[in-house]
């Protein structure tokens, strides 16, 4: 069974830094690319970013580009979402996807992803 389960959510002050884990389960993560989405209380989910299966190529959305940043650990299954000088803006819940890609890319739309994890709470407050 193909699943993918977030982890590391939790509150921190404003300008801190978190990392989130998204851990693949019944798939090898170098065949899919990953992606991260949030939804903050009351708005539409948004892309956060994503990352190709080889972890070559990646995409941002414009307001956590250059403070947030995907990696993966093809060996571990696993892919991270290092997030820092965090806002309280980017307070919300997180959830990581995953779709099978052959070409070596990713894409920011919610709809290109298969398979979504239960989200995990971050909250960036003092």
């Known amino acids: 069974q193909v699943q993918v389960a977030e982890s590391g959510g939790g509150l921190v002050q404003p300008g801190g830094s978190l990392r989130l884990s998204c851990a693949a389960s019944g798939f090898r993560m170098d065949h899919f690319a990953v992606a991260w989405f949030r939804q903050a209380p009351g708005k539409p989910r948004e892309a956060v970013g994503c990352l190709s299966r080889t972890g070559t190529n990646s995409n941002y959305g414009d307001s956590v580009k250059g403070r947030f940043t995907i990696s993966k650990d093809n060996t571990r299954d696993t892919a991270y979402l290092q997030m820092n000088s965090l806002k309280p803006e980017d307070t919300g819940v997180y959830y990581c996807?995953?779709?099978?890609?052959?070409?070596?890319?990713?894409?920011?739309?919610?709809?290109?992803?298969?398979?979504w994890g239960q989200g995990t709470q971050v909250t960036v407050s003092s």
């Open positions: 996807a995953a779709t099978l890609m052959i070409l070596d890319g990713c894409r920011l739309a919610e709809g290109s992803y298969t398979y």
